[in-house]
């Protein structure tokens, strides 16, 4: 009699976390249902750059997206001063391919509730190797997202939504990054810290850069060439 009680609720247990696993999955389509509306865009936005070693300006950029994955970030100068990781921007290509979806609990964030998921890519040469997203499960947006790459190191990214919230296309980003895994664009030449000053102190105060982005303008699922990327 008791190994069948042990039975059944193992049984219970089981489902409970099937049921659970489930539910994260579902959460993410709906998620990636909802970006899927837009196929591509171009918006005009400020960015700004604050990497130690780096004397940006803020400058006027354009974005360009195109499905599936083809972005272009253009400032005034026709240059673009990002991580190569912040590529990810459109966070489309984090809900792409196959993954194990796992629950991480509950935040909050603005006086939303926020559920946290975890995605683990499927393949592993995949160059995301863990994304931690936190969703607003009511408006079905990534408020943040933690992203830990093989190649680039991790980056933080945090979103705010207002006039374009039905497409799922933030009115501002904020990605912040570590410094290290900063790389400058071939051919560009800037005011540069090679880092022979003298160590003030503050060092650890260098180990992270911030990029970032207010959007003005989107022009949504208009037509735009290949040749722009």
Request: aromatic share 10%.
């Amino acid at each position: 009699m008791m190994s069948r009680i042990l039975l059944v609720y193992a049984t219970i247990l089981l489902s409970g976390q099937f049921l659970y696993a489930q539910d994260a999955n579902l959460l993410i389509q709906k998620v990636r249902a909802k970006m899927e509306q837009v196929n591509s865009y171009e918006a005009d936005g400020i960015m700004k750059t604050n990497v130690s070693f780096l004397k940006v300006p803020e400058t006027q950029i354009k974005i360009y997206y195109k499905k599936p994955d083809k972005l272009k970030i253009k400032n005034e100068k026709g240059i673009s001063l990002v991580p190569k990781s912040f590529l990810g921007i459109s966070l489309n290509s984090l809900l792409k391919g196959n993954f194990t979806a796992l629950n991480s609990g509950t935040d909050q964030a603005n006086g939303k509730n926020l559920r946290i998921i975890k995605l683990i890519p499927s393949d592993d040469n995949s160059p995301v190797v863990l994304s931690t997203l936190y969703i607003d499960v009511s408006n079905l947006l990534i408020i943040k997202a933690k992203i830990t790459t093989r190649e680039n190191g991790t980056y933080d990214m945090d979103m705010d939504y207002g006039k374009y919230t039905n497409y799922a296309l933030p009115d501002k980003i904020i990605c912040t990054f570590n410094t290290k895994d900063y790389k400058l664009p071939k051919g560009i030449t800037l005011d540069y810290d090679d880092g022979s000053k003298k160590d003030t102190g503050k060092s650890q105060a260098y180990t992270k850069g911030k990029v970032e982005i207010d959007y003005s303008f989107y022009a949504i699922n208009k037509a735009i060439s290949d040749n722009i990327f």
